[in-house]
């Protein structure tokens, strides 16, 4: 819930002439882009995007049809020592990199949906809610605090929520209402948005197709009877392999990528087995810890940044989740 103390404190950061930095996590996605592009808009003072970590395709494909905003990839040294720092959809200090968090901590502010989020017992402010999105949580808080959207503002919160639920299939009823009444703020061409949003991956580029076929040609499987579990490496386009896995021939992907000394993993579970249960998040932030780096994410899609091979945090990950599995597969079968 937004307390009406969170809520005047929130307008007193955003409206303060105090530069203001938000932030978004390693490979910013839509939702995250979109949450503070909607922050940064209406707020007041210097201000400034940061993303330490780069910004996905999909977001610098929404980013062309906004408004201009000043990203910026590095802050100044003395500019760590003022300033706000407003953290988006980022649950935990890896997917930041190396900042400088307890020098700023006493100045964030963390919004996020994520069901645990390592980084708030020491923020100044943190709101997590309970939304299929962080631009669900973004546009609670502009309507609280009385800010003026425009037509840009609404396009960037409406496709944070249709990338973030998979176009609307991981939404729930509240996420249409939400959706409903920014449309009646501002018409928006869904249709087109949708069509603008996923173009890049309609129109598989080179690199990614034989990231893709290499992932499925690298493929090794699981085979528990009711789920079929596969696992495979690439060099990058993880996430894109995994979920073209599960929509296509397994229940659970788990997909690595080793980019030098750091290693990637990103997993994706189709809903029947997270409506039974299942959890990668959680298996994500366990395995991730084990091996010094970090995870979390979603129930039905989560990850692991870790220093160090990425075939060993796999194979710990593969067996966690069919462990997991099991356990759910047989409690199914004695009900
Ligand atoms: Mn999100």
């Known amino acids: 819930m937004l307390e009406e103390n969170v809520i005047k404190k929130l307008r007193e950061i955003l409206l303060s002439p105090t530069p203001k930095f938000f932030v978004v996590h390693h490979n910013a996605d839509v939702d995250a882009l979109a949450a503070a592009y909607a922050l940064y ?58 900042i400088p968090y307890d020098k700023i901590s006493n100045r964030t502010v963390v919004i996020d949906h994520h069901t645990e989020n390592t980084l708030f017992s020491s923020a100044l402010l943190y709101v997590r809610m309970d939304r299929t999105s962080t631009s669900e949580i973004v546009y609670e808080i502009l309507k609280k605090i009385d800010a003026k ?77 009711k789920a079929i579990i596969v696992k495979s490496n690439v060099n990058a386009y993880e996430s894109d392999a995994a979920v073209l896995m599960i929509t296509t021939i397994a229940d659970i992907a788990v997909v690595g990528a ?52 990425v075939n060993a945090i796999m194979n710990a990950l593969v067996s966690e989740i069919v462990k997991e599995v099991r356990k759910i597969l047989k409690r199914v079968e004695n009900e």
């Open 41 to 98: 808009k209406i707020s007041l003072g210097k201000k400034f995007i940061y993303a330490p970590l780069k910004i996905s395709r999909a977001a610098k494909k929404l980013l062309e049809i906004l408004d201009e905003v000043e990203i910026v990839e590095e802050i100044p040294e003395s500019m760590w020592e003022k300033g706000y720092f407003i953290i988006l959809d980022t649950n935990s200090l890896e997917q930041l990199g190396e």
């Open 149 to 225: 959207f425009d037509e840009k503002i609404i396009t960037a919160l409406i496709a944070g929520i249709i990338t973030d639920t998979s176009r609307f299939k991981y939404a729930n009823n509240q996420t249409m209402r939400t959706v409903c009444e920014m449309m009646n703020i501002s018409e928006i061409n869904l249709k087109e948005l949708i069509g603008i949003l996923e173009e890049p991956t309609l129109k598989y580029d080179r690199s990614r197709r034989i990231a893709l076929l290499k992932a499925f040609q690298r493929m090794t499987y699981i085979d528990l009877g």
């Open 258 to 309: 080793q980019k030098e000394v750091e290693a990637r993993v990103s997993t994706r579970a189709r809903s029947w087995l997270v409506n039974l249960g299942l959890d990668l998040s959680k298996i994500c932030r366990k395995i991730g810890k084990e091996f010094g780096g970090g995870g979390g994410g979603h129930p039905a899609a989560a990850g692991i940044n870790a220093i160090g091979d």
